[in-house]
């Protein structure tokens, strides 16, 4: 009875959860598995034999971390188990709920559930419903598809006879819809031209008397906005690949020495606003604490954060989130400007 209420509790709350946002490896799932089954028997040595296995589930991104539900059906084959040389294997099925840690493409994970176990075999009369888990990870190579390796334990019981299943596997999984597309852009119609009537040529008027003029040259201020850098999903550190693009923004600095620059933070729409927010701020504050190592001197930058208010690209595509986890840096500078001044 004890299980039993801790299954409907999570199913509960897996229900219950309000709808998150996009991110990797939201959505349903399918997948296919094959490993390694580590069994034993009470009585009996522990044996190992090939395991197969069928997945599925349903994941929702919270913003910092993935919380989903996961269906299990597990097809062990049969070894042959001292003393006695009793042949069996087993079956097992069930249901997790489970929590994951999205970084990027990966996606460490557990999971804890309920799940029954059926021996076949010399164990066919072992056969009960007991506590699931399992621990893994996953890898997104494809847009809709990823790597599974995963390491998960169960037993079944029928009165004194108890029979353990440990299973290390690898699998494939397939995600339900491809990433949105933004629709290409449709091409105005070309305008019509009005019928050519020809008319007389007007007389040309006379030519107008020439007006003195003068030259002056004034100062204008013009903003100027440098490429800063892009973060990893949930990260404020700075990547090697785009220390060379800071390298450029503090030669910049060194060439103006009395231009005023702003490092501004952005992120995607993944996560809570105020999340968003912080996050911006802290990358603003690393690329500045870059180019105050490179020479630049801190009282010339000002940072700011923007969170996830000022996109850049679509937040509902991968590349589009891609690009919006950025910073800008921006000046303006006084440029020179020759005007006409007429008498």
Not at 215 to 239: H, Q, Y
């Amino acid at each position: 009875m004890k299980k039993n209420t801790i299954i409907i509790a999570l199913a509960t709350v897996l229900l219950s959860m309000a709808a998150a946002q996009a991110g990797e490896f939201d959505g349903s799932w399918v997948g296919g598995k094959i490993g390694s089954n580590r069994s034993n028997a009470t009585g009996l040595d522990t044996k190992n034999a090939t395991t197969y296995g069928l997945e599925g589930g349903y994941n929702w991104n919270m913003g910092g971390f993935s919380l989903g539900v996961d269906g299990f059906a597990d097809f062990n084959d049969k070894a042959t188990h001292n003393p006695g040389v009793v042949n069996y294997g087993s079956n097992a099925y069930g249901l997790d709920a489970k929590l994951g840690l999205p970084a990027g493409k990966w996606l460490p994970y557990a999971k804890l559930g309920y799940g029954r176990t059926n021996g076949n075999g010399g164990a066919s009369m072992i056969g009960g419903s007991d506590v699931h888990f399992g621990l893994g990870a996953e890898y997104k190579f494809a847009p809709n598809w990823s790597l599974a390796g995963e390491y998960t334990s169960g037993s079944g019981k029928s009165g004194v006879a108890k029979l353990n299943n440990n299973n290390l596997s690898l699998g494939v999984n397939y995600y339900f819809g491809a990433p949105a597309v933004a629709p290409a852009p449709v091409a105005a119609p070309a305008p019509v031209a009005a019928p050519v009537v020809a008319k007389e040529e007007p007389k040309p008027a006379p030519a107008p008397e020439p007006v003195p003029e003068t030259w002056k040259t004034l100062l204008e201020n013009k903003p100027v906005c440098i490429e800063g850098a892009n973060f990893e999903f949930d990260s404020a550190k700075l990547r090697i690949a785009e220390i060379k693009k800071l390298d450029e923004v503090a030669s910049f600095a060194e060439k103006y020495k009395d231009a005023q620059l702003e490092s501004s933070g952005h992120t995607c729409s993944i996560g809570t606003e105020a999340y968003n927010q912080n996050l911006s701020e802290r990358r603003a504050e690393s690329v500045k604490a870059y180019l105050v190592k490179k020479g630049v001197a801190a009282d010339r930058i000002d940072t700011v954060g923007y969170g996830e208010s000022r996109p850049m690209a679509d937040n509902k595509t991968r590349e589009g989130r891609e690009l919006n986890r950025r910073v800008e840096v921006c000046t303006v500078l006084k440029v020179e400007k020759r005007v006409r001044v007429t008498e």
